[in-house]
């Protein structure tokens, strides 16, 4: 399929992930956190059974660690903080899983659709509290 196809998706998927966040409680805060570690999650599976290696694996975990403080941040203190995790997961997928080593062991569509997933989840998130603010 052509790239521009799963970036496609990954609009659209993210599209329908912020419709089902925004019919929750404090904009689906609880949600948007727990999607931002399962996206930084899903890269270990990819390096275990791409046999990335132990330094990749220890990386990927690292990952998961750092966007999981963003989420907490997130729910605990400001919501810019998942802005800034949702905006960076999408640097993380194009750094290292699509120009980066990490493309070696990660399914090629992934990160493609990743990265528009992110972006629109950290827009939803951007406009939701903007929205706040005036509120």
Excluded at 51 to 70: K, R
Excluded at 82 to 98: E, N, P, T, V
Excluded at 129 to 134: D, E
Aim: glycine share 10%.
């Amino acid at each position: 399929m052509n790239p521009i196809t799963f970036l496609f998706l990954g609009f659209l998927f993210g599209l329908a992930f912020i419709n089902i966040a925004r019919k929750r409680p404090r904009g689906g805060a609880s949600l948007l956190a727990n999607g931002l570690v399962v996206a930084a999650l899903i890269y270990v599976p990819f390096a275990l059974m791409g046999c990335a290696g132990t330094m990749w694996l220890i990386v990927e975990v690292i990952a998961v660690v750092l966007f999981g403080a963003m989420a907490w941040a997130g729910i605990q203190y400001s919501f810019g903080w998942l802005a800034l995790g949702w905006a960076a997961h999408s640097l993380w997928d194009f750094g290292l899983h699509i120009v980066g080593d990490g493309a070696r062991f990660t399914a090629a569509w992934y990160p493609l659709m990743c990265i528009t997933f992110d972006l629109v989840v950290a827009a939803y998130i951007l406009l939701f509290m903007k929205r706040q603010a005036h509120a």
